[in-house]
């Protein structure tokens, strides 16, 4: 299956969660990507000592997953994309809910 994952919170203990279940699809087989999208473009720097976020995020690249997060709200929030988070538009996040089966948001 072909599932999509859009994250728009920057709360640890979800963004914690979505990852986790992206893990976890992965191991079942399944093609994900995640899209952040809002808050959601701040994860790589929402670790707390329970939620360990970019932890998760290099497990679920190293696993197979990809990650794409919204170009107009790192301008908004003044920040720039990274290896691990790539910058990418409103087209992006089109195309992968137009093409794949489901679309899980956090």
């Known amino acids: 299956m072909k599932l999509g994952i859009v994250?728009?919170?920057?709360?640890p203990e979800t963004v914690w969660n979505a990852f986790r279940f992206g893990n976890y699809a992965l191991k079942e087989g399944d093609?994900?990507?995640v899209f952040l999208l809002a808050k959601g473009v701040k994860n790589e720097s929402i670790d707390t000592e329970a939620f360990t976020i970019t932890e998760q995020m290099c497990s679920f690249v190293?696993?197979?997953g990809a990650?794409?997060?919204?170009?107009?709200?790192?301008k908004i929030h003044q920040l720039g994309g990274s290896e691990l988070c790539p910058i990418s538009t409103i087209a992006d996040l089109?195309?992968?809910v137009h093409e794949?089966?489901?679309i899980v948001t956090f």
């Open 62 to 64: 190293d696993g197979g």
């Open 67 to 74: 990650i794409a997060a919204c170009q107009s709200y790192f």
């Open 31 to 33: 093609e994900i990507t």
């Open 100 to 102: 794949y089966n489901k």
């Open 7 to 11: 994250i728009y919170s920057n709360d």
């Open 94 to 96: 089109y195309a992968l």
